[in-house]
């Protein structure tokens, strides 16, 4: 075998590693919390929780009846920036009918 014809060879069979990727880790998630008060309506609250949470009537209704009765609920869990956007959607929802109803976020 020639020089070449070596150098070739082992050019062929010399183990290639693949670059190492980084660990993926997954984004923090946020707890969006509903928080009671003694002038919104349950009814309201309800309809908050179907329309903005997508939650069914009965899964809404047991929310309610828990922001009322211990103060507050989880309403979802979600990536920061869409926990946000729901406790602003909420917020807003609940002032602009005249109900003090509040929403808040924590990491989960």
């Known amino acids: 075998m020639s020089k070449e014809q070596d150098q070739d060879w082992h050019d062929e069979n010399q183990l290639v590693v693949a670059p190492s990727k980084p660990a993926l ?3 923090p ?5 509903m928080l009671n008060d ?3 309506p349950m009814d ?3 309809e908050v929780l179907e329309t903005l949470f ?3 009537t009965d899964n809404a209704t047991r929310t309610m009846m828990q ?3 211990e103060g507050q609920a989880p309403c979802g869990i979600y990536t920061f920036e869409i926990a946000e956007a729901k406790v602003e959607q909420a ?4 002032q602009s009918h005249g109900h003090p109803l509040q929403c808040t ?3 989960a």
């Open 105 to 107: 976020m924590e990491e």
């Open 38 to 40: 003694d002038y919104t």
């Open 29 to 33: 998630k946020y707890r969006v919390l």
């Open 91 to 94: 917020n807003s929802y609940a």
């Open 54 to 56: 997508s939650m069914a």
């Open 25 to 27: 880790k997954q984004p």
């Open 44 to 46: 309201f609250v309800i």
């Open 67 to 69: 922001v009322h009765t």
